[in-house]
């Protein structure tokens, strides 16, 4: 019998330059230390099943990662987030764990869109950030070349503000779907900010309705 479970979780400053598929190994590291009966994929090669919803850009923390995963044996939901927080290392928190139904959409499939808050260490005036900003959502196309292929950033981003405060703050909301994903670096470049200035976290990832 195979069980599905969904974990929320965590990504903190420890993890912060993990890229995506290290995290996948740190999962699949710390379901072992916690003794945890992972279900593995059939065929000469087999993968720990792992799904995760949506890769982080490298250098960004999160309150919003999600994961699914299969194992072989049941436990109840409290036993898998109270053995996988003890096994997991720092920067790794668990928010929370529920079954799932088998027979779900991969996670991939289902993400919407995501949020993410941007601490500005080294931005312009509030006011010429705020200019920048309105000039952006009031262009009608943002054309952009991502390995090699041209696409256009404004549809992308479906809300973009800026929060008066000290470093001052953008908040924004950009599409997460397959074939159609903004990044928040992409929107930094456009408002002439570098990435380096500015600190990404990840604060919620919006599904499509089940």
Known sequence: MT??????????PDLRYTANLDVHRIWERTFR??????????????QPR??????????????AEVLDAWLE?????????AALQKAAPPGL???QVQMVDL?????????????YTLWLLDSP??????????????ASEL???????????????????VVSSQPPTLHMQLSAREGATGRPEEVLDVLGIPVNAARVERTALHFLAS
């Open 143 to 161: 054309l952009r070349v991502r390995r090699e292929k041209q696409y256009d950033l404004r549809p992308l981003i479906e809300s973009l503000t």
């Open 3 to 12: 069980i599905r479970y969904r974990i929320l979780y965590s990504k903190g």
């Open 93 to 95: 928190t668990i928010q």
């Open 103 to 115: 027979s779900l959409p991969s996670l991939q499939t289902q993400v919407r869109s995501a949020e």
């Open 33 to 46: 230390r916690a003794q945890l009966p992972l279900a593995y994929s059939q065929g000469f090669h087999p």
């Open 50 to 63: 792992l799904n995760q919803a949506c890769p982080l850009p490298l250098g960004m923390t999160s309150q």
């Open 73 to 81: 044996e049941e436990r109840t939901p409290e036993q898998v987030q």
């Open 125 to 138: 005036a509030l006011e010429t950030l705020r200019t920048a900003v309105d000039d952006l959502l009031a």
